[in-house]
């Protein structure tokens, strides 16, 4: 014999089964003691003899015994196993539970998220989060197959580099072996995906991880994310879109098949025209709030930079790799940069940015005119992206991209309030982490082997 899962006993009546898990529930009736056993894939009766007096709840048992059909009046049709008990013949237990800091047979909605974080090996144990999670896993393991079949290679790119900017502040990381040098942690793999397409790989994904220092808001999870990565050589916006579509299409139908998308293709409307008839550029197109409508709508034709007031300066409103309409390199050259548009789309579901991508600069000059118009000199650019420009003097493939942020497309799915329901271990809003409550102090010794001093 060898352990089954709960899910697995319902047609295996008086047959003698082994099963593990937790103590969900106890219920005392005097002779007979009722638990309920829960293991990864759902809970089931099971009635014991005196010893189970001593069981508490939460802790982990092995159980032995046969499968019983309920008598009728006792069947729970609230349960997937309502119509079955088990009959123990045996039980150990594995390992006492102490009185858990929370509970964890409720939603978890009702919970101080503090608390629900600083124990999250155990707010994972419940239902709801239990099936995020594995809701998560099969959705990537579908994008994966998808990407597979359309013949795109996953690749992975570091996570120790250089600055690579998307709008955020860098995480940075000291050197022990150049002190007084460091490195940054990426805030997406953006120059990494182009120096493929200079490799020659074409097409290109990755499941990535990115890193932000951004200003805490109560719906996201601080410092870092996961993002399905793409790039394509030879390309053009409408197969980029067209290949997401798809892409969404396929993985949402076969893991999420209540949901409707909306409208394929997605709707898509200039960032000109969202501005003036939604006053965002994160429309939400549904006419009724239906949880489990998804409507998906690209944004379009953004501009190219936006005034940074306080640094008097211009940014790229996407990232520097953009590159401007063709029909608008002569307002560039003219100097008009508030008029230029770029070539970028974002994608917007219920009303929450999910991607965005662009087609990229490929001409050296323009790569370099770009970055001087934003307020780099011309050494600053040399020391920050002179190996791009460089890889573009070897035969650099027109390309484009695109990219998902997965927690947040996953939360608008599920129809959670915070991406955090969608992450194992995410960081608090206000940046400590998960249960290890990082950040924390390092020692003497570590600083001075970096060459830090703290001030
Ligand atoms: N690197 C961009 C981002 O992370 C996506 C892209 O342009 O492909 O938002």
């Not at 006993?9 to 089964?17: H, P, S, T």
């Not at 662009?358 to 307020?375: A, C, H, T, V, Y």
């Amino acid at each position: 014999m060898k352990k089954i899962f709960v899910e697995q006993i319902i047609d295996k009546i008086n047959q003698v089964v082994e099963l593990f898990g937790w103590v969900h529930s106890k219920r005392d009736h005097k002779k007979i003691v009722f638990i309920d056993l829960r293991d990864r894939t759902g809970i089931v009766q099971v009635v014991g003899n005196e010893s189970f007096k001593s069981l508490n709840l939460e802790d982990v048992v092995y159980v032995k015994g046969k499968v019983k059909k309920r008598p009728k009046k006792f069947v729970n049709p609230k349960m997937k196993t309502g119509e079955i008990e088990i009959e123990a013949e045996d039980i150990k237990i594995l390992s006492k539970a102490k009185s858990l800091p929370l509970p964890v047979d409720t939603s978890g909605y009702e919970i101080n998220e503090e608390v629900r974080l600083k124990y999250r090996y155990l707010d994972l144990r419940r239902e709801r989060m239990k099936n995020n999670l594995i809701l998560r896993h099969r959705f990537i393991k579908e994008i994966r197959n998808f990407m597979d079949e359309q013949d795109f290679v996953e690749i992975e790119t570091p996570i120790l580099t250089k600055a690579t900017p998307e709008g955020a502040r860098d995480f940075i990381v000291p050197s022990r072996l150049q002190p007084g040098k460091f490195y940054a942690l990426p805030q997406s793999p953006q120059q990494y995906k182009q120096l493929l397409m200079v490799a020659g790989i074409e097409k290109y994904y990755q499941i990535a991880r990115c890193f932000r220092d951004e200003d805490p808001r109560a719906d996201r999870s601080y410092g870092e994310f996961t993002q399905l990565d793409v790039e394509k050589s030879f390309t053009s916006q409408e197969e980029i879109l067209s290949l997401i579509e798809k892409l969404l299409k396929n993985v949402i139908e076969k893991i999420f098949p209540e949901k409707k998308i909306w409208k394929v293709p997605f709707p898509k409307i200039t960032y000109k025209e969202a501005m003036k008839k939604y006053k965002t550029d994160r429309p939400d197109l549904r006419e009724k709030k239906d949880i489990n409508i998804l409507a998906f709508c690209w944004v379009v034709d953004f501009p190219c930079f936006e005034w940074k007031e306080t640094e008097k300066r211009w940014d790229a409103m996407h990232h520097p790799f953009t590159s401007p309409k063709k029909e608008d390199l002569s307002l560039l050259n003219e100097g008009k940069y508030e008029e230029v548009r770029a070539d970028q789309y974002d994608l917007v579901l219920n009303g929450f940015e999910v991607g965005g991508g662009s087609i990229r600069i490929i001409d050296p000059n323009l790569q370099k005119k770009i970055f001087e118009i934003m307020g780099h000199t011309q050494k600053q650019v040399e020391e920050k992206f002179g190996h791009l420009l460089e890889a573009f003097s070897y035969g650099v493939p027109p390309h484009g991209g695109v990219a998902l942020g997965l927690d947040r497309l996953l939360q608008v799915i599920l129809n959670e309030p915070s991406v955090r329901e969608t992450i194992a271990f995410p960081a608090s809003s206000g940046g400590k982490t998960a249960v290890m409550e990082a950040p924390s102090e390092v020692s003497e010794e570590q600083l001075k082997e970096v060459g830090i001093k703290i001030r």
